[in-house]
């Protein structure tokens, strides 16, 4: 067995390797992986009349359907440039993706969905390639959702089985380590690598020589002339010097580098003697033929190329020749689309029956070939290893072996990370045992690029130490499950102590833990993760006399001091957010605040039928007109986050102040925390606390009335929720620091604290519009059941900015009308038409409308405004 698979078998030991089912298959792809995507360097030319819109995007469109990205990305972001039409942003980003921009790609798509709902099909493609390009982002769960989202309207089969196979990818490989210890890439300095791609690194037999494929130029200047052999991709070759660095290439000669034709996927055979390589027709970046050459040695270097008999055809593609051994005999792997395939470009292999000719073509059937793309295939020692997006990856294209028993082909094995990334990785080749190889990637990193940080690829090498240890460690509980959030402590010792700095990781998204070990040391290992006992083991390098990758599985006992408490909520029943605090004589929310109203949002998410009642309430000094005003405010503050910061739908909240008339009544538990400074059943009124014989008393009776609360109106009949996540200290600083409600009001501000601007800096709100309503509360009065009600607001935009609204959120029993699609200059006004309908109202209510403008606040929140109505039901 090669060390390649032996390496696999190390990478993704047993006890972390899920179960796979049979291979999914991935959609055929237009553009062959002989070019990666973008490399080839055409750019858009002067268009007469260019500033014609019409222009812009025939010329875009015609480059798109020809497969000259560059060129329509450059129209279509002209035209977007002069008439901002959104419909446009979806083809820039597919452009982006074409040429593996993964960052602008996420950014337009991004922009392209910002206000499509779900439900929205119009663009519903182009959520496969936007969760494709998250997936190379490394943003695994926001890419599942988009690509469910689109499995939720596809009916392409392979594209469904595509999007299957993405989605399992990102979550197999979203707690994967991004390297492991003993290989380490090296990406060739930049006498090899340009800023172009570079294609299919090979060696000669004795390790002097690389071959690879490129475009050869330092700037894309160079590439207009039509006739530059520059603008053509060419095989060279790299001399290592007597230092082992790579010189600078130099082109192959005429003989195999044909004027006027693109040459690449160079492939030398065993014993050195023979060069396979490809001759390409290209349209932009599709191949439109693509055929096999092989050159003989001779002594003043490669004979005139010839193509390969029994393989080559008009009809079909023959790609990345790669020579082999089945059966005993000399086979020629290739990469082919041709007809009777598994879908997409399959890997074949034709055995050699000498003079330059070769036998039909075989497919390698099912276990290595799936719908998608299986490329760049190489084979060392009994092992295949090649290039697919057919089957789970780590994020674009991912390297896979296969083993040959003589007879069958393995289950194909992913390298695993640090030989695969979150982009695009293929091309890989091995020598010198195993242990020396190269391979390419567009991994962001340290190489220059045309367009970005991932648009080409380069060329890396690796070699893999003969003598090597590396560890693996597993997290679990008792019970066998993963446990993430957990801390493995790698530490050298000598006689039992420690020495050095030792190695610390700590993962919040994974289980498991890969370390790179020292030889001749010895190590102790700890597990710790919160809630649970620690545990220590001993390994030891010392003597080793082969590589050796170590494997240590931790199950963790739980430490029952630190079991969460539950409690159980009951309908009607009132719970204290205790941490929500407002400054004097304001009701917009404090950031300390907003870790309760979180868990209160979490809440509701879990629960998703249920429905509360917000209050708040006040100490009983100052007015008490005042105090019930500004509870209310505070109440409503509260509810407007929980809608545009927690995500909550608005008709599930209801709100409430109450000022200073429900003083607080003293839970058992209450009594118990506040150490019998009050007893169960107390109830805080001015009475009882101007009685009570301390200051400091009477300041955490205050303290205790001034609270928000929420209270379960409709759903569960009990609640469960940890004490621990709505339980805070309830004599902190904070607290005692928050100044008394009460007094005179603070100079009013002309912006209604029922607008999400109310507080916020000047220089925060002056590019916002800024609504001002003749009225924000609407009293009803009596209504009778089932009658109907219908009133108006209007409203004035006093920004310095135009205004449109995006959305209005109110009850059911609410109808409102308004002209979405108008837009409020500075100075104009507009009205919102508001119908009730008591039909399914039984008791007095105050109702929130939810008006959110399509300007955004820095926070990227949009601006929202509040107007309400009440009424009272009378029979």
């Known amino acids: 067995m090669p060390h390649g698979p032996v390496l696999m078998d190390h990478l993704f030991p047993t006890f972390m390797t899920p179960t796979l089912p049979d291979p999914l298959r991935n959609l055929k792809w237009l553009l062959v992986a002989v070019l990666a995507t973008g490399a080839l360097p055409l750019f858009a030319q002067p268009l007469a009349g260019s500033s014609n819109l019409e222009q812009l995007l025939a010329a875009a469109d015609s480059a798109r359907v020809s497969y000259n990205w560059s060129v329509a990305l450059e129209n279509y972001q002209e035209a977007y440039d002069i008439n901002e039409d959104e419909e446009l942003l979806p083809l820039i980003a597919r452009m982006n993706y074409e040429l593996r921009d993964v960052a602008a790609g996420i950014r337009g798509y991004t922009r392209a969905f910002r206000k499509t709902e779900a439900s929205d099909t119009t663009h519903n493609l182009d959520r496969f390639y936007f969760g494709r390009l998250l997936k190379m982002d490394r943003q695994y769960d926001e890419a599942v959702t988009y690509l469910q989202n689109f499995l939720q309207f596809n009916r392409d089969t392979v594209l469904g089985q595509l999007a299957r196979v ?174 009777g395939g598994f879908g997409g470009l399959d890997i074949y292999y034709a055995t050699y029956e000498g003079d330059g000719r070769y036998a039909s073509p075989v497919n390698l059937g099912p276990t290595i070939n799936t719908v998608g793309d299986e490329t760049t295939p190489f084979y060392f020692d009994g092992t295949l290893y090649f290039s697919t997006n057919g089957r789970p990856t780590m994020g674009g294209t991912d390297l896979f072996y296969s083993s040959w028993n003589g007879s069958a082909w393995s289950e194909p094995t992913n390298m695993g990370p640090g030989f695969n990334s979150s982009v695009d990785d293929q091309s890989l080749s091995i ?61 050298p010792i000598r006689n039992g102590r420690s020495v050095g700095s030792g190695n610390q990781k700590t993962r919040e998204d994974g289980n498991r833990f890969d370390f790179g070990l020292d030889l001749e040391t010895e190590y102790r290992i700890v597990a710790t993760h919160p809630g649970y006992f620690p545990d220590t083991v001993e390994l030891s390098t010392l003597g080793l ?119 607080l009544q003293v839970s058992e538990r209450l009594a118990m925390r506040t150490g019998g400074v009050f007893s169960a059943g107390d109830v805080l009124t001015p009475e009882y606390i101007d009685a009570l014989p301390t200051n400091e008393q009477r300041e955490l009776a205050h303290q205790l009335n001034r609270r928000t609360e929420f209270k379960v109106l409709e759903g569960p009949t009990e609640i469960i929720i940890r004490r621990d996540v709505i339980e805070r200290v309830i004599d902190g600083s904070d607290r005692n620091a928050q100044p008394r409600d009460g007094g005179a009001a603070a100079a009013r501000e002309p912006i209604s604290p029922m607008s999400s601007l109310h507080g916020k800096p000047a220089a925060e709100i002056a590019g916002l519009p800024i609504l001002t309503f003749d009225r924000r509360s609407v009293d009803l009065g009596p209504v009778r059941q089932g009658e109907k009600k219908e009133f108006t607001y209007t409203f004035t935009n006093r920004g310095e900015v135009p205004a449109k609204v995006m959305l209005i959120q109110a009850c059911d029993c609410t109808t409102v009308s308004h002209d979405d699609s108008r837009v409020y200059q500075p100075g104009d006004s507009g009205t919102i038409q508001v119908t009730f309908d008591s039909t399914e109202k039984e008791a007095a209510e105050t109702l929130g409308i939810d008006i959110f403008l399509e300007q955004s606040h820095p926070t990227g929140q949009p601006v929202t405004e509040m107007i309400e109505y009440r009424f009272d039901i009378v029979e």
């Open 545 to 663: 006399q082969e590589s050796k990758n170590f494997e240590q599985v931790f199950f963790l006992r739980v430490d029952p001091s630190t079991i969460p408490v539950y409690d159980t909520i009951q309908l009607e029943e009132s719970i204290a957010l205790e941490n929500i605090l407002y400054d004097l004589d304001k009701s917009n929310i404090r950031p300390d605040a907003e870790g309760d109203l979180q868990v209160l949002a979490d809440l509701m998410k879990e629960y998703p039928e249920l429905v509360i009642e917000l209050s708040s309430h006040t100490d009983y000094r100052g007015e008490d007109r005042y105090n019930q005003n500004l509870s209310q405010r505070r109440a409503d503050a509260a509810r407007r986050w929980l809608i545009a910061k927690g995500g909550i739908e608005a008709a599930r909240i209801k709100f409430a102040g109450y000022g200073e008339t429900q003083p």
């Open 431 to 491: 020598y010198n045992d195993g242990l020396v190889g190269f391979m390419t990637s567009n991994r962001p990193g340290e190489g220059r690029s045309v367009k970005s940080q991932t648009c080409c690829d380069d060329i890396y090498a690796f070699e893999i130490p003969r003598l090597y240890a590396n560890l693996v460690v597993g997290l679990f509980n008792t019970d066998r499950q993963p446990l993430n959030n957990g801390t493995i402590q790698l530490q």
């Open 166 to 339: 993405e989605i399992e990818g990102a979550r197999m490989y979203r707690d994967a380590p991004t390297e492991t210890g003993e290989v380490e890439l090296e990406l060739l300095d930049r006498s090899v690598n340009t800023v172009w791609s570079e294609y299919s690194p090979v060696l000669s037999p004795d390790g002097n020589t690389l071959y690879f494929a490129t475009v050869k130029s330092s700037s894309a200047v160079e590439l207009i002339d039509a006739n530059d052999s520059e603008r053509f991709i060419r095989i060279f070759r790299s001399e290592k010097s007597d230092e082992g660095d790579w010189q600078r290439p130099e082109p192959l000669e005429v003989e195999v580098n044909r004027p006027g034709i693109h040459t690449a996927n160079p492939n030398v055979s065993a014993d050195g003697r023979r060069l396979y390589y490809n001759r390409l027709l290209m349209n932009s970046n599709k191949v439109d033929q693509a055929k096999i050459y092989y050159s003989d040695v001779a002594d003043d270097g490669w004979r005139s190329g010839n193509p390969v008999s029994g393989i080559n055809s008009d009809d079909y593609l023959a790609l990345q020749p790669a020579t082999g051994e089945l059966f005993g005999n000399e086979v020629l792997f290739f990469v082919s689309d041709m007809p």
